[in-house]
């Protein structure tokens, strides 16, 4: 079987919780015809749906899907049935605790927040299938005829209330450190091209701004943004309360680009659903918002034409807040959001603090990607572009001018 959390450790994530179905199958991921005999194999095995279906009546359909996981929506239409197949990408254990993450997702559509994992095989999983639409990254910030930026902040605030079973705090350096260290030995000697554009990223300099945004940035160099906090506190009430907002640590999403994003139009009201928690830990709000901001752009990635205007964060950030109110669950937020709503003046300041802040948090992933798309590079075998991304992430970070060679910045 695959890789799994010591016995003590996944009882004490599962408490209170089902535990999720297995199944010793390994499905071929290249071949085929062996590959759709084996998501076949996967949903009649793990299916209670599909327990007394017949391979023939099964229709095997490859869903567009993000650019690590392979998916598969399986149909019997005789017994109206249908689940989601994925297989996980060749690799991905590098970067993502599979373990953990399957037990993540799992919990998730226990609390009723992401689809059910019907079941877990040697390399992959079944899903529950949700009928829904796809939202593309020009998409993510329509307000007419549907305000998805509306849906998507409160789903959003939805899964910040959540309590999970891992520890609270936020995972943001955990992440950037890891990558920085793998790609600390990655070179591309056998592919010039490749080369020629790794050395092109200036990764000594990327490195030197991420030791700099640590210190921005709340991290342990700083009490986890304590020392930020109370450095900011005779700034005024609006900065000090936009920080305290942003620097919280919550169950973040940490990918939430517009493949992870699906629109149920079905549903009563229509509503936004999450999927794909591989990068699902405790983290900083802000590093969400800044995230989620940054993925408008897509793969293409035009900041400037993409990335929200000001006054769409604010909308976004509004919507957020009432959603959180809504909830019930937070009563800083809910004094906050008082205040907010009857203090213009308060309001005006905490939104423009917070953005400043959120295009830190920005900065930090587009470390976080592009020194991912390094890693994909070098060991992913699907066809993407991940070092051209690589590129264009960080591109956009503040680097200081390298130099010309006379011991002065060039212009």
Known sequence: MAAMLQPEVE????????????????????????????????????????????????T????????????????????????????????????IDRPVECLVFHILGEKGFGPKLLGLFENGRVEAYIPSKGVAPEEMGQREPADYMKLI????????????PLSHEPQLWSFLHKFRDMTNDISFSDKPKDQAILEELRLPEVRKRLEELEKELPS?????GQDLIDQHAGHGSAELEAIKFLFASRFCHNDLLAGNVLYVEDSSPPRMQFIDFEYGKYNFRGFDFANHFCEYAGFDFDLAKW????????????????????????????????RLMTEPTFADTFYASALVWTTKFAE???????????IQQKFSPIDFDYLGYARLRLKSISLDEPDNGDGAASS
């Open 364 to 374: 930090a992933s587009h470390i976080f990607w592009g020194l991912w798309g390094i």
């Open 60 to 95: 095997c359909k490859t869903l567009q899907g993000g650019i690590t996981n392979q998916l598969y929506l399986m149909e019997d239409k005789t017994k109206n049935a249908a689940a989601l197949v994925r297989l996980y990408g060749p690799n991905t254990e590098l970067l």
């Open 307 to 338: 990335y929200p205007s000001v006054s769409a964060q604010r909308h976004f950030m509004e919507e957020y807040l009432e959603a959180i109110v809504k909830a019930g669950n937070d009563k800083d937020v809910e004094r906050l959001h008082f």
């Open 153 to 164: 902040a409160q789903e959003l605030a939805r899964m910040h209330d959540l309590d999970m």
């Open 11 to 58: 009882s004490e994530m599962l408490k209170g919780f089902s535990k999720p179905k297995r199944a010793e199958l390994t499905v071929e991921e290249t071949e085929p015809e062996a590959r759709e005999k084996g998501c076949k194999d996967a949903v009649m095995q793990l299916v209670d749906d599909f327990a007394e279906s017949k391979a023939e009546d099964i």
């Open 220 to 224: 342990a160099a700083n009490n986890f």
